[in-house]
T-cell receptor, first 114, second 112 residues
Framework: EAQVTQNPRYLITVTGKKLTVTCSQN?????MSWYRQDPGLGLRQIYY???????DKGDVPEGYKVSRKEKRNFPLILESPSPNQTSLYFC?????????????FGPGTRLTVL | QKEVEQNSGPLSVPEGAIASLNCTYS??????FFWYRQYSGKSPELIMF????GDKEDGRFTAQLNKASQYVSLLIRDSQPSDSATYLC????????????FGQGTELSVKP
């Protein structure tokens, strides 16, 4: 089944404790992205990657890191989480070529930073 | 001004009516326009995309694009309670690669 998977789905952590949210897609997509969703603010792009070893900042990159060492994986790293990073996070992938360049979303990770 | 703005909700319509969802964008170079539906607690799913001025129909859904007015809309005909969800407008600029900008979403409620 074609899908984007994220782990963990739920995470409660404390300020300053490094964490990684994994994202994997099995559709051989070129593009992958991370978003956060907050009430009243919609989806905001954190980082995106157009290919292996190619990443670029989205609208809200501060406090986050990403890497794209393999085409299928795009982990999101919070080196020192803070309470303002409490949010719902979505990973997405898209073919990157042709039309439509549809984004397929993972199930989401709900993160709480205490 | 936000880059992509949607009319504030929630929008409530009776079953069988037409629901009209609106979106404006600020970047005149935008090339691709998407409508996503998100049920509560779920991830967004694509329902419509449009690239050219005019209307595009898919079943009960019609997307309308007016690049001169920087306006894109989604019409849902014969609205059903199962259409109750948040609708997200998303815009991609020319040569923007993977950069996609979303509006804040409009919550639609279809009353039986």
């Amino acid at each position: 089944e074609a899908q984007v998977t994220q782990n963990p789905r739920y995470l409660i952590t404390v300020t300053g404790k490094k964490l990684t949210v994994t994202c994997s897609q099995n559709m051989n997509h070129e593009y992958m992205s991370w978003y956060r969703q907050d009430p009243g603010l919609g989806l905001r792009q954190i980082y995106y990657s157009m290919n292996v070893e190619v990443t670029d900042k989205g609208d809200v990159p501060e406090g986050y890191k990403v890497s794209r060492k393999e085409k299928r994986n795009f982990p999101l790293i919070l080196e020192s989480p803070s309470p303002n990073q409490t949010s719902l996070y979505f990973c997405a992938s898209s073919p990157g070529r042709g039309r439509p360049d549809t984004q397929y979303f993972g199930p989401g990770t709900r993160l709480t930073v205490l | 001004q936000k880059e992509v703005e949607q009319n504030s909700g929630p929008l409530s319509v009776p079953e069988g009516a037409i629901a009209s969802l609106n979106c404006t964008y600020s970047d005149r170079g935008s090339q691709s326009f998407f409508w996503y539906r998100q049920y509560s607690g779920k991830s967004p799913e694509l329902i419509m995309f449009i690239y050219s001025n005019g209307d595009k129909e898919d079943g009960r859904f019609t997307a309308q694009l007016n690049k001169a007015s920087q306006y894109v809309s989604l019409l849902i005909r014969d609205s059903q309670p199962s259409d109750s969800a948040t609708y997200l407008c998303a815009v991609k600029g020319y040569n923007q690669g993977g950069k996609l900008i979303f509006g804040q979403g409009t919550e639609l409620s279809v009353k039986p």
